[in-house]
């Protein structure tokens, strides 16, 4: 974390509760997808190269974080009222390191209630939205102790780096659209810090691409992403991925800008069978696609020649992401429930579609089912 970004708070100002000796931030942050991704760490948790993903809609995380003072134990005591909760260990290690900057934290008692819009069992990494829908209530509550007016497109690059110590994805979840991640000389203001969002940079149709995640295996990734980035320290295509993927960072910004929708799925595809190429060649090397993964490309591929705009991607894992424009969404609707739903565990697909960032939530919200 810079210390410039986050001195704001650290004033030595006495806490001034709004609410007795009770703070109280709720918000939804969503999932994001890669389009260019970022695989490979530096030391403090930067990337080796920039990254791109575009921001989904439905696949989000709900949070509400509540900090009292007193004579409680400070930190993060139980999530969903559970004291064992197995996310606590993530978001305390994120609550220290943000309290580093903004000591005031440290002496607040936390609990937080939590929840996904999509299933748990579906295998889709839900520490983009966790993290950063923890971050944002995190940074909300620090605003609302210190009692600082900061300018939200500042708050904005605060929740950003925060998010990035607790999983570098979610750092790129706290903006609609299309967002890049990592310094690059392509993008002005680009950071490996925190992630920037790109507005007049991108085509206004760009932003209504959809993404179906069609659910190959819910099965637990076999290796952590920590791993696998660890697994790129060595690698001996280390070197040649950081070239590809500024080539495909470049491309990927051009196509976005002239809605050049063929171009930006080509690079997608390019990238996702990097990532697995990567994995395979790593030592040890490790196998996430699954034959569903690889008869649902075979068919993406087939449908595209017929005439489809229909692209994929994927994460660390054997579920796809289907990408296409809305204006074809009915003919690809037809082509999962007909031809794609069957390599799908008992047919589950979740259709998403860019979306527009985090939202505050208010207590009407909160009490609304995701
Ligand atoms: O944020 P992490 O550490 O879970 O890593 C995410 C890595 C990929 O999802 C494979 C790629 C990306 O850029 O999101």
């Not at 030595?12 to 991704?37: C, D, E, M, T, Y």
């Not at 889709?124 to 940074?139: H, N, P, T, V």
């Not at 691409?209 to 295996?217: G, K, N, P």
């Not at 800008?257 to 395979?280: C, Q, R, V, Y």
């Amino acid at each position: 974390m810079t210390e410039s970004q986050f001195s704001q708070f650290s004033h030595s100002g006495n806490f001034r509760p709004a609410n007795g000796n009770a703070w109280h931030a709720a918000w939804q942050s969503p999932s994001n997808i890669a389009l260019v991704k970022y695989w490979g760490k530096k030391e403090g948790q930067l990337p080796v190269n920039a990254s791109l993903s575009m921001t989904l809609d439905r696949a989000f995380t709900r949070t509400r974080l509540d900090a009292v003072v007193g004579d409680a134990v400070p930190g993060l005591v139980s999530v969903n009222g559970d004291p064992g909760h197995p996310f606590i260990p993530k978001m305390q290690h994120l609550l220290d390191m943000v309290t580093g900057e903004i000591p005031l934290l440290g002496k607040l008692t936390f609990t937080a209630e939590t929840e996904n819009s999509f299933p748990h069992s579906t295998g889709i990494a839900s520490s983009a939205s966790g993290i950063s829908a923890f971050a944002l209530c995190l940074l909300d509550i620090a605003r609302q102790v210190t009692d600082r007016e900061i300018p939200g497109k500042d708050w904005m690059q605060m929740v950003s780096n925060a998010s990035r110590l607790g999983s570098g994805s979610a750092c790129r979840s706290v903006y609609g659209g299309f967002t890049v991640w990592g310094r690059t000389d392509l993008l002005a203001g680009s950071s490996d810090a925190f992630a920037v969002a790109l507005s007049g940079e991108v085509h206004p149709a760009m932003m209504s691409l959809c993404d179906a995640i069609l659910i190959v295996s819910s099965e637990q990734k076999e290796v952590a992403s920590t791993q696998g980035h660890r697994s790129m320290d060595l690698h001996p295509f280390r070197q040649g991925r950081v070239i590809q993927a500024n080539s495909n960072l470049e491309e990927t910004l051009r196509a976005l800008a002239a809605n050049d929708f063929e171009k930006l799925g080509d690079i997608a595809e390019n990238e996702a069978l990097s990532l697995h190429a990567l994995l395979m060649s790593a030592s040890p090397g490790v196998i996430l696609l699954k034959p569903g993964t690889l008869g649902i490309i075979r068919i993406v591929r087939a449908q595209r020649k017929s005439g489809i705009p229909l692209f994929f991607t994927l994460d660390a894992g054997a579920n796809v992401h289907l990408l296409y424009p809305r204006a074809v969404a009915a003919d690809v609707e037809t082509v999962i429930r007909e031809e794609l739903a069957a390599f799908c565990e008992e047919g589950r697909v979740i259709y998403d579609h860019c979306g527009t960032g985090p939202a505050l939530l208010t207590v009407r919200d909160e009490n609304q089912s995701g």
